[in-house]
């Protein structure tokens, strides 16, 4: 897959305020300072993207790009943030919940994580509530430029140990660096694979809505759901 075009499209404080549902959409998602802003704008091929702060915790809204006019890249805020008030931290948090529970068109989260660290008790949090919630996702261990490659092998192994028994069969892992631009085209091509798989299946990602007339909007996104094409969970 080639990025011919990436166009913001805004930025949402919450699920209501996000685009129409008419496109797939693939989120990122990590720890505060995973590196999420760098691989984003090196995914895309453009360096203002998505903003790159020193800052912790800097992504407060959902940000939602369409790439190649057919899919869309969504920069969600990092959980772990630490800046502000609790009450606002609480607010995201929740924000990223009902996205990620509740967003029909949503096929895929890369969930970033450090590959210099041993496994984080938050990582792995985020990790299992993924799975509790079905949320299907591949796992994306960053910086891999900034250690050496033993030490990246030492604390994915970790980690994978950690998870392993959350899963008939572990996620796909995959690994990548914004600053040599390692494993850019690994992570396209998954979503190229995911893309090719719901123009085969030739299933809407969104019902009608006068099919399901007497259906809250919690509701209808969870029937929304279960039209997703199989995307292969890994569990």
Not at 116 to 133: C, N, S, T, Y
Not at 211 to 222: C, H
């Amino acid at each position: 897959m080639n990025i011919s075009s990436a166009i913001f499209d805004c930025s949402a404080p919450d699920l209501g305020s996000c685009p129409d549902e008419s496109l797939p959409e693939f989120a990122f998602i990590g720890r505060s300072n995973v590196g999420k802003s760098s691989l984003l704008n090196m995914l895309a091929g453009e360096e203002g993207l998505a903003r790159v702060s020193p800052t912790p915790g800097f992504t407060k809204l959902i940000n939602l790009f369409t790439m190649n006019r057919c899919w869309r890249l969504v920069d969600l805020p990092g959980y772990g943030f630490t800046q502000g008030a609790r009450k606002d931290r609480a607010r995201f948090n929740q924000t990223v919940s009902d996205y990620l529970e509740n967003r029909p068109n949503l096929c895929l989260v890369f969930a970033l994580i450090e590959s210099g660290l041993a496994p984080q008790r938050i990582d792995l949090e985020f990790v299992e509530w993924l799975v509790r919630h079905s949320v299907p996702f591949v796992l994306v261990f960053t910086k891999t430029d900034k250690v050496p490659a033993a030490t990246a092998q030492e604390n994915i192994a970790a980690f994978t140990d950690r998870i392993s028994a959350w899963f008939e069969k572990l996620p796909a892992i995959l690994t990548c660096s914004a600053a040599t631009r390692q494993g850019r085209q690994a992570l396209l091509g998954v979503i190229d694979d995911q893309m090719t798989a719901i123009k085969a299946a030739s299933i809407p990602t969104q019902a009608p809505a006068e099919s399901l007339p007497d259906l809250s909007a919690e509701a209808r996104a969870r029937e929304n759901r279960k039209r997703r094409p199989d995307l292969n969970r890994p569990w």
